[in-house]
């Protein structure tokens, strides 16, 4: 096995591949949640690289070696810029890995795991290259303004905030720009495997539900997407969720 740490300019990532695989392997990024870092990423990226991929895992926007760490969270909407600088990694990181000799950055899939999950949505419905062949986005969602209401209610800092009529404000902000209503109505280019916990107390299991109805009305093939929802799993990766991300991958990257 064959562990690469490498950057790109402010990213910090790490390439994982089984030198025993020939020719360029597809690449599969995967993107952390909120409050871990990179190394959350590497036993699932094992795995993939055990299966013949070239998975690479990295440091969302202001996390973990990024230079930017401790520099937002103090105000609701810093971690939807978060979000939003972390999805501009994504093509970053496919052009520099089109350099990579074991790499094959014309066939690239994203999984990521709640912040990761909203980052995928994002770059879907903003960012989204032709080479990004298959999503699985776990516990996270498009719509983000009942996040920014969870994050106001949930965090301290944010307690200035709580009166009703200020976290409205909040949501209406961030449903002007959350990707919700442009992936439901541009569709998205990648199949989309969405995975979501039924216990999940963070990210309701019916947003996807109404996200997934909205996606199989778009101009896309509606047989091109995905939802499954793990009626008693709450908000966490669990082993069923990582066995169909990986047969999402190997349908779509082989």
Request: net charge neutral; charged share 20%; hydrophobic share 45%.
């Amino acid at each position: 096995m064959v562990t690469l740490p490498f950057r790109v300019a402010d990213i910090a990532a790490i390439g994982i591949y089984d030198a025993c695989y020939s020719g360029r392997r597809p690449v599969v990024l995967l993107l952390h949640g909120s409050g871990s870092t990179k190394e959350s990423g590497l036993a699932a990226a094992g795995t993939l690289a055990n299966m013949g991929y070239y998975a690479v895992v990295f440091d969302a926007f202001g996390f973990g070696e990024s230079p930017h760490v401790g520099r937002f969270l103090t105000d609701p909407m810093d971690i939807f810029h978060i979000y939003r600088e972390t999805s501009g990694y994504i093509n970053r990181l496919i052009r520099y890995l089109g350099q990579a000799p074991d790499a094959d950055a014309a066939r690239v899939g994203l999984v990521g795991f709640s912040m990761g999950a909203h980052t995928i949505y994002h770059y879907l419905a903003y960012e989204a290259a032709d080479v990004v062949r298959a999503a699985v986005p776990i516990c996270g969602s498009p719509r983000w303004d009942n996040i920014a209401r969870r994050f106001i209610l949930t965090f301290e800092q944010f307690a200035r905030l709580r009166a009703e009529g200020t976290i409205r404000g909040y949501e209406q902000r961030v449903a002007s720009f959350h990707p919700l209503h442009r992936l439901a109505f541009a569709g998205s280019k990648a199949p989309v495997l969405a995975l979501a916990g039924g216990k999940d107390g963070l990210i309701p299991a019916d947003d996807l539900r109404e996200f997934y109805c909205l996606l199989q009305q778009g101009p896309a093939d509606p047989g091109r997407h995905r939802l499954i929802v793990y009626p008693e799993a709450g908000h966490v990766l669990t082993k069923e969720m990582l066995a169909d991300a990986i047969d999402w991958l190997g349908r779509h990257l082989r």
